[in-house]
């Protein structure tokens, strides 16, 4: 399960985040509380205007919502690109609904599993929203209007060296298929 959960990261580090920034997904980049080295998690997201929301349906266990508790400043990559944002945790009832509707409204199907569980499919009714703003956590992401250059995290870059051993191995099975005949 953990694999399929970090899989975005995986794709991102091979150099397909142009295909990823067609569905709402982001890699968010916190500082580990620990050591202090980068943790990249794969979200979904939702925008709303210059904000960017990602919710956290269990914020006692989630690593990165801790990170966020420590430290604000986060690095994101969407597609190709990455920028240094401030995330603050949604205290108003208002907005925490309102973000959780934007989840709601425009949840695609095949995605709905990182989201939402199956247990908490009566949880998301319109009529529900105001309850369940308070079990979850929403996290607002803006952009900083002082820079953070001193805090900035590297976030994931891709790494095209896998290209070349994936052609090199090609040509070494074409080189084999020759001598065989």
């Known amino acids: 399960m953990r694999f399929w959960r970090r899989m975005p990261v995986h794709l991102y580090r091979l150099g397909f985040g142009r295909v990823l920034s067609l569905l709402p997904l982001l890699i968010m980049t916190t500082r580990k509380t620990t050591t202090g080295g980068p943790r ?61 509707f934007l989840f709601r409204l425009n949840t695609r199907p095949p995605l709905r599993w990182i989201t939402w569980s199956a247990r908490l499919q009566d949880e998301i009714r319109p009529q529900a929203l105001k309850q369940t703003a308070r079990r979850f956590a929403v996290v607002r992401l803006e952009e900083s209007a002082e820079p953070l250059d001193e805090l900035l995290l590297e976030p994931v870059t891709p ?8 052609i090199g191995g090609i040509l070494a099975m074409i080189m084999m298929n020759r001598r065989r005949k």
């Open 40 to 100: 990249h998690t794969p979200l979904e997201y939702r925008r709303h205007g210059s904000r960017i929301y990602v919710i956290s349906p269990d914020p006692d266990t989630a690593r990165w919502f801790a990170h966020v508790k420590e430290q604000s400043c986060v690095t994101i990559r969407i597609g190709a690109k990455g920028q240094a944002m401030l995330a603050a945790i949604v205290t108003d009832e208002a907005e925490a609904v309102r973000a959780l």
């Open 159 to 166: 790494d095209r060296a896998w290209i070349l051993w994936v």
